[in-house]
T-cell receptor, first 112, second 109 residues
Framework: DVKVTQSSRYLVKRTGEKVFLECVQD?????MFWYRQDPGLGLRLIYF???????EKGDIPEGYSVSREKKERFSLILESASTNQTSMYLC???????????FGPGTRLTVL | RKEVEQDPGPFNVPEGATVAFNCTYS??????FFWYRQDCRKEPKLLMS?????NEDGRFTAQLNRASQYISLLIRDSKLSDSATYLC???WGGGKLIFGQGTELSVKP
């Protein structure tokens, strides 16, 4: 059974803090993605990665960075958290061939 | 114009009803199309891919109209367990998916 895990289900941080969101997949997928999901806006792509140490900006990369040091792990970093980054963050990995993305359970981040 | 447009609903239907969702997309270079399902407070999961000739999976039928740039999902004999948000999704290459904001379905007894 395929598995994508995220380090926290719920997280509360203060404005200005540095925040790390971790994602791990056990399917040996090369492509991994970070999204945020907000009411009325759907899922929006923040960053993605095609391979280790490789990253590409998505549609809303401002205020975020990522790290992919190992194939199975893709981290999202909020350098200085702001209240408008309060959101649900979803990580996904891609099975090439049929292009199905498998999502983690999500991290609901609240920035106070 | 949004890349993917969906009626957000909610669609409230009785059990056993047939319900249809439509979705339009703006990128004519789109290659692959999908419907994802998202239960409340859960992650999205693939419901079905959408093929040019249309395809069926049990009570679910998906159709694609490239000329008009829309896809549809038909659910027959709705069950209570079909209550969820249905996300229209397309890909134009590189594994990136473009998501609609979803259509909420509520099936009532």
């Amino acid at each position: 059974d395929v598995k994508v895990t995220q380090s926290s289900r719920y997280l509360v941080k203060r404005t200005g803090e540095k925040v790390f969101l971790e994602c791990v997949q056990d399917m040996d997928h090369e492509n991994m993605f970070w999204y945020r999901q907000d009411p009325g806006l759907g899922l929006r792509l923040i960053y993605f990665s095609y391979d280790v140490k490789m990253k590409e900006k998505g549609d809303i990369p401002e205020g975020y960075s990522v790290s992919r040091e190992k194939k199975e792990r893709f981290s999202l970093i909020l350098e200085s958290a702001s209240t408008n980054q309060t959101s649900m963050y979803l990580c996904a990995s891609l099975r090439t061939g049929d292009n199905e993305q498998f999502f983690g359970p999500g991290t609901r981040l609240t920035v106070l | 114009r949004k890349e993917v447009e969906q009626d957000p609903g909610p669609f409230n239907v009785p059990e056993g009803a047939t319900v249809a969702f439509n979705c339009t997309y703006s990128n004519s270079a789109s290659q692959s199309f999908f419907w994802y399902r998202q239960d409340c407070r859960k992650e999205p999961k693939l419901l079905m891919s959408v093929y040019s000739s249309g395809n069926e999976d049990g009570r679910f039928t998906a159709q694609l109209n490239r000329a008009s740039q829309y896809i549809s999902l038909l659910i027959r004999d709705s069950k209570l367990s079909d209550s969820a948000t249905y996300l229209c999704v397309y890909s134009w290459g590189g594994g990136k998916l473009i998501f609609g904001q979803g259509t909420e379905l509520s099936v009532k007894p």
